[in-house]
């Protein structure tokens, strides 16, 4: 079973920095994408940055320059650098990765349990 598990959340204050890690572990073939999406109260869930299996990054608009997403390969993990954090950062953050059970299965997609972050003074 595959699992994906997040750390790193937490309070900070406005301008500070957080990292968050999340692993995959379990039994698969291989992962391809990975990112992590975060939800506010009242909010629809979204995408705040992803990577491919070949280190090709995108970013929303309201986090490029300040995030930074990253990926160990060898340690199935996926890292997301957040500095420079504004109120508005405040959210449930979840990881994904799209991920192949076995050689001959289509990759799908795993949600993590999600890490608070928050950013207050």
């Known amino acids: 079973q595959v699992q994906l598990v997040e750390s790193g959340g937490g309070l900070v204050q406005p301008g500070g920095s957080l990292r968050l890690s999340c692993a995959a572990s379990?039994?698969?073939?291989?992962?391809?994408?990975m990112g992590w999406y975060r939800q506010a109260p009242g909010k629809q869930r979204e995408s705040v940055a992803t990577?491919?299996?070949?280190?090709?990054?995108n970013y929303a608009d309201s986090v490029k320059g300040r995030f930074t997403i990253s990926r160990d390969n060898a340690k199935n993990t996926v890292y997301l650098q957040m500095n420079s954090l504004k109120p508005e950062d405040t959210a449930v953050y979840y990881c994904?990765?799209?991920?192949?059970?076995?050689?001959?299965?289509?990759?799908?997609?795993?949600w993590g349990q999600g890490t608070q972050v928050t950013v207050s003074s």
């Open positions: 990577i491919t299996s070949l280190g090709t990054t």
């Open positions: 994904n990765s799209e991920i192949r059970a076995s050689w001959d299965t289509r990759a799908a997609g795993y």
């Open positions: 379990g039994r698969f073939f291989s992962i391809n994408a």
